[in-house]
T-cell receptor, first 114, second 111 residues
Framework: DTGVSQNPRHKITKRGQNVTFRCDPISEHNRLYWYRQTLGQGPEFLTYFQNEAQLEKSRLLSDRFSAERPKGSFSTLEIQRTEQGDSAMYLCASSPVGGLTEAFFGQGTRLTVV | QQPVQSPQAVILREGEDAVINCSSSKALYSVHWYRQKHGEAPVFLMI?????EQKGHEKISASFNEKKQQSSLYLTASQLSYSGTYFC????????????FGGGTRLMVKP
């Protein structure tokens, strides 16, 4: 297992376009998280899945953002009508179910909206 | 509300010790510590749980004062590899890693 994989690693898009990112968690991990990180800041929680169910969504997440995890495996995060303020690193993390355990982060997708 | 980390940055010589603090205004269930090197993913260091349980690496130590809603990470005999940005993340329940991270502490260890 090579860990949490995210694609693409970099994405440049024009304002107003839609973008979709993919996260492949560690195979036996039931829990999957999306975070956003801007330069010089800590990661900011966006949403959480346990298997295919989206159990938590940050109030900061606008309705332009949607995430899915069909069949409880990989996950996608879509941003519609991108804005310059969406420019950030989007991090995915996974962890096994059962109490609190370490989360394994992927290397992220860096989004630049021009 | 985001936990507050202090100091914001610290420079050490190899072999010196450092303490990084994390303070929250909310009641906490857990505190999670991660280290992130430039351009890389955050890497887990330790979890401290309400009630005193700790999970993490043997060479890293930390404390969690539930009453004061504070945690401290202790780095002893620092090595060059300790350089990076340290983040504390706070959790309000045991449902998972839905964490509120602090702004980070940048640590640089020089030879």
């Amino acid at each position: 297992d090579t860990g949490v994989s995210q694609n693409p690693r970099h994405k440049i898009t024009k304002r107003g376009q839609n973008v979709t990112f993919r996260c492949d968690p560690i195979s036996e991990h039931n829990r999957l998280y999306w975070y956003r990180q801007t330069l010089g800041q800590g990661p900011e929680f966006l949403t959480y899945f346990q298997n295919e169910a989206q159990l938590e969504k940050s109030r900061l997440l606008s309705d332009r953002f949607s995430a899915e995890r069909p069949k409880g495996s990989f996950s996608t995060l879509e941003i519609q009508r991108t804005e310059q303020g969406d420019s950030a690193m989007y991090l995915c993390a996974s962890s096994p179910v059962g109490g609190l355990t370490e989360a394994f982060f992927g290397q992220g997708t860096r989004l630049t909206v021009v | 509300q985001q936990p507050v980390q202090s100091p914001q940055a610290v420079i050490l010589r190899e072999g010196e010790d450092a303490v990084i603090n994390c303070s929250s205004s909310k009641a906490l269930y857990s505190v999670h510590w991660y280290r992130q090197k430039h351009g890389e993913a955050p890497v887990f260091l330790m979890i401290l749980l309400k009630g005193g349980e700790q999970k993490g690496h043997e060479k890293i130590s930390a404390s969690f004062n539930e009453k004061k809603q504070q945690s401290s990470l202790y780095l002893t005999a620092s090595q060059l590899s300790y350089s990076g940005t340290y983040f504390c993340g706070t959790g309000s329940n045991n449902a998972g890693n839905m964490l509120t991270f602090g702004g980070g502490t940048r640590l640089m260890v020089k030879p």
